[in-house]
């Protein structure tokens, strides 16, 4: 059994920056992919970020260049330091980890809300 916390949203000023975690517990799969995504009132959840656990990354057009994604392996967490934050960025952000090899088995945590002021 995964379980996925999030941590580390809250309220900020836009051209400000957070850092949000992911605590993982439990066994993940060792080739794994675990990432950000989001959801905002009225819209699809979309990617944000991933970074498998060879360290591999991928970014959202939106994010990139503003956003990094890591990963400590030996704490089981992740990562997402968010700068130059926008209005458009107020969102719920949700942690996942999803397995590589098929089939495929997702889990997603709880989510946390950033909330960017402008």
């Known amino acids: 059994q995964v379980q996925l916390v999030e941590s580390g949203g809250g309220l900020v000023q836009a051209g400000g920056s957070l850092r949000l975690s992911c605590a993982a517990s439990g066994s993940i799969f060792s080739a794994n992919v675990m990432g950000w995504y989001r959801q905002a009132p009225g819209k699809q959840r979309e990617m944000v970020a991933t970074?498998?656990?060879?360290?591999?990354?991928n970014y959202a057009d939106s994010v990139k260049g503003r956003f990094s994604i890591s990963r400590d392996n030996a704490k089981n967490t992740m990562y997402l330091q968010m700068s130059s934050l926008k209005p458009e960025d107020t969102a719920i952000y949700y942690c996942?980890?999803?397995?590589?090899?098929?089939?495929?088995?997702?889990?997603w945590g709880q989510g946390t809300q950033v909330t960017v002021s402008s």
């Open positions: 996942n980890v999803r397995r590589i090899a098929l089939p495929t088995i997702i889990y």
């Open positions: 970074i498998s656990s060879g360290g591999n990354t």
